[in-house]
């Protein structure tokens, strides 16, 4: 049987954010433990270590330790070393934008989140490419997700089709291939670039 620790009290407003960004990161395909704990270290004023994380949300010390790991393999949150302290500590990054940019699978990172150099004119994620089609569907697919409903369609006649991400990426597929991926349009690239290559095409 897992062990839990005794839960603290939390402030009311960070204790549903807390919560709420469990049931985000449950939506994106994420571990609910993991989500809560990226919240909770996201609202924290100063570093904190694992036993504080499992004290405060109730949760075993063994789920926290891996849910941290999984956390730093995303780099969603950094070890803070602190003064007279041989415990790690954690802290979440404090850019919001960062940590949903992170989120994505980006072909080239970024090296700038926002360069405000020039206002009114702005420029995000400089630096950085990304593949919109692989983001919305192969990724989910190759995560095991392709079960997972993606939306739900409905006609004028009142016809409807639940859409999996499988269904999904196998519509994508045939309508890249329909493309014709020689000719140097960027939204014909794009789209032959990711699940157009599964069926064949090329670019």
């Known amino acids: 049987m897992t062990e839990t620790t005794a839960k603290k009290k939390l402030p009311a407003a960070v204790e549903r954010f807390v919560l709420h960004w469990g049931d985000m990161g449950d939506e994106w395909g994420v571990n609910r433990s993991v989500s809560q704990i990226h919240g909770l ?13 499992a004290e405060t949300l109730g949760m075993a010390r063994s789920n926290v ?10 780099n969603l949150i950094r070890r803070v070393p602190i003064m007279g302290d041989r415990r790690d500590h954690y802290e979440a990054e ?22 405000w150099s020039n206002p009114p004119f702005s420029k995000w994620f400089v630096g950085g490419t990304l593949n919109a089609a692989y983001n919305c569907v192969d990724r989910h697919v190759l995560a095991g997700r392709g079960d997972k ?6 006609g004028e006649p009142g016809d409807s089709r639940t859409i999996t991400y499988s269904n999904l990426l196998e519509e994508v597929c045939k309508a890249s291939n329909a493309l014709d991926c020689s000719c140097s349009g960027t939204v014909e690239r ?14």
Do not use: K, M, Q
């Not at 330790?65 to 995303?74: D, G, M, P, V, Y």
């Not at 990711?194 to 069926?199: F, K, Q, V």
């Open 41 to 53: 270290l996201y609202l924290s004023e100063a570093p904190i270590t694992a036993d504080d994380i």
């Open 65 to 74: 330790s891996n849910s941290i790991r999984e956390l730093l393999s995303w």
């Open 94 to 115: 404090t850019d919001i934008w960062e940590v949903a940019a992170r989120r994505l699978d980006w072909a080239t990172p970024w090296h700038t989140v926002l360069d």
């Open 149 to 154: 409903v993606a939306y739900f369609w409905e």
């Open 190 to 203: 794009s789209c032959c670039s990711s699940a157009g290559r599964r069926l064949g095409s090329t670019t």
